[in-house]
C-alpha cells in the first residue's frame, strides 16, 4: 500500500492507511480533544451529527523534537495556536465520521474518515478530503494529513513521532514532485 495521499478528483485527495488498532481506540484519537491533540488538533467535538467542532492547533507540542517552522516558510498561519470551526456531518460510531473544515479564505472543504477492522489488530484508515481548491491547498493539505497520519500511526504504536515541520516540508515538496512534477 503506498502511504501517499492521492487525487481522485480534481479538488479531492484521498489517502488509504493501516494503523494500529483497535477501532474503537482509533476513533477515540478522531473524536475525543485531548487525544486528537496527540496527532492533530485538539478541541471540542459534538458527538453527533450537527454539531460543532473546534480544532485547536498547536504543531509544536506534536512531537518531542524542537522542530520550528523553518523562517524561509510564511505560506500557513502556524502561530502558536490555530483555531478552526466546522460541523459535524456524520458522528457513525465507529466507522464513519465527516465534518467540514474551513480554510482561510472562510470557504469550507469536507474531511471524513472511514475505519474498518482488519486482521492482526490493524485499522483500516481511509481519509477523504473534499473541495481543496488549487495547486497550493492541495500539495498543502496532502504533506499535512500525510504527516498527521504517521504521527498518529507512531502514537497508536507506542512509537516517537516524526519532526513535524521537517517531515510536512519534505513531504510538501514530494507531492509537487508527484502531483504536478
Same mark, same amino acid.
Given at each position: 500500500?503506498?502511504?501517499?495521499?492521492?487525487?481522485?478528483?480534481? *479538488? $479531492?485527495?484521498?489517502?488509504?492507511?493501516?494503523?494500529?488498532?483497535?477501532? +474503537?481506540?482509533?476513533?477515540?484519537?478522531?473524536?475525543?480533544?485531548?487525544?486528537?491533540?496527540?496527532?492533530?488538533?485538539?478541541?471540542?467535538?459534538?458527538?453527533?451529527?450537527?454539531?460543532?467542532?473546534?480544532?485547536?492547533?498547536? !504543531?509544536?507540542?506534536?512531537?518531542?523534537?524542537?522542530?520550528?517552522?523553518?523562517?524561509?516558510?510564511?505560506?500557513?498561519?502556524?502561530?502558536?495556536?490555530?483555531?478552526?470551526?466546522?460541523?459535524?456531518? /456524520?458522528?457513525?460510531?465507529?466507522?464513519?465520521?465527516?465534518?467540514?473544515? #474551513?480554510?482561510?479564505?472562510?470557504?469550507?472543504?469536507? /474531511?471524513?474518515? +472511514?475505519?474498518?477492522?482488519?486482521? *492482526?489488530?490493524? /485499522?483500516?484508515?481511509?481519509?477523504? !478530503?473534499?473541495?481543496?481548491?488549487?495547486?497550493? #491547498?492541495?500539495?498543502? /493539505?496532502?504533506?499535512?494529513?500525510?504527516? !498527521?497520519?504517521?504521527?498518529?500511526?507512531?502514537?497508536?504504536?507506542?512509537? $516517537?513521532?516524526?519532526?513535524?515541520?521537517?517531515? &510536512? &516540508?519534505?513531504?510538501?515538496?514530494?507531492?509537487?514532485?508527484?502531483?504536478?512534477?
Amino acid at each position: 500500500m503506498d502511504d501517499f495521499a492521492t487525487l481522485i478528483e480534481s *479538488n $479531492t485527495l484521498r489517502m488509504v492507511r493501516l494503523v494500529p488498532g483497535p477501532i +474503537e481506540r482509533v476513533w477515540d484519537y478522531l473524536t475525543i480533544g485531548e487525544k486528537r491533540a496527540e496527532w492533530l488538533a485538539g478541541g471540542d467535538m459534538a458527538q453527533e451529527s450537527g454539531g460543532t467542532v473546534e480544532l485547536v492547533f498547536t !504543531h509544536k507540542n506534536l512531537t518531542p523534537f524542537d522542530d520550528d517552522l523553518p523562517e524561509n516558510q510564511h505560506d500557513i498561519d502556524c502561530s502558536d495556536e490555530h483555531r478552526m470551526h466546522g460541523t459535524v456531518l /456524520v458522528y457513525d460510531k465507529p466507522n464513519r465520521l465527516t465534518y467540514t473544515w #474551513e480554510s482561510p479564505d472562510d470557504s469550507a472543504s469536507k /474531511v471524513t474518515f +472511514e475505519l474498518r477492522e482488519e486482521e *492482526n489488530g490493524m /485499522v483500516r484508515l481511509v481519509l477523504t !478530503h473534499q473541495n481543496l481548491t488549487g495547486m497550493d #491547498e492541495i500539495t498543502s /493539505v496532502s504533506a499535512g494529513w500525510h504527516t !498527521h497520519v504517521a504521527i498518529l500511526s507512531a502514537k497508536l504504536a507506542g512509537e $516517537t513521532p516524526p519532526p513535524f515541520w521537517q517531515t &510536512y &516540508y519534505d513531504l510538501r515538496a514530494e507531492y509537487i514532485n508527484r502531483m504536478y512534477g
